[in-house]
Nanobody, 125 residues
Framework: QVQLAESGGGSVQAGGSLRLSCAAS????????VGWFRQVPGKEREFVAA????????GYEDSVKGRFTITRDIAKNTVFLQMNSLKPEDTAVYYC??????????????????WGQGTQVTVFS
């Protein structure tokens, strides 16, 4: 079974950058899609981006397109989320999870499992 661990969160001024990591242990991501979601208190987990491990196809939520980039390092069995031009509304706990659903369902957090513990991102103005 794949276990996930997020890291790389922190506090940054608006306009700054952070790079989040989602590392897998137990087995490789091989046939999964890895998704990044974020959650603020009182709200549901919101889709941010996803990458298909085989082939590297990606998808993004509209509000992060052009600012966030999701990539994978096959040798390190890790998925990264590079976040640039951060805004206060990006403040949330960021989680990564696994899915095998088709691209059109990547936004649906109920289709994901093996969530990590999350990493806090705080953007101040």
């Amino acid at each position: 079974q794949v276990q996930l661990a997020e890291s790389g969160g922190g506090s940054v001024q608006a306009g700054g950058s952070l790079r989040l990591s989602c590392a897998a242990s137990g087995r490789s991501f091989s046939d999964y899609t890895v998704g990044w979601f974020r959650q603020v208190p009182g709200k549901e987990r919101e889709f941010v981006a996803a990458i298909r491990w085989s082939g590297g196809g990606t998808g993004y939520e509209d509000s992060v397109k052009g600012r966030f980039t999701i990539t994978r390092d096959i040798a390190k069995n890790t998925v990264f989320l590079q976040m640039n031009s951060l805004k206060p509304e990006d403040t949330a706990v960021y989680y990564c999870g696994l899915t095998k659903v088709v691209r059109s369902s990547w936004y649906d957090q109920s289709q994901y499992y093996n969530w990590g513990q999350g990493t806090q991102v705080t953007v101040f103005s």
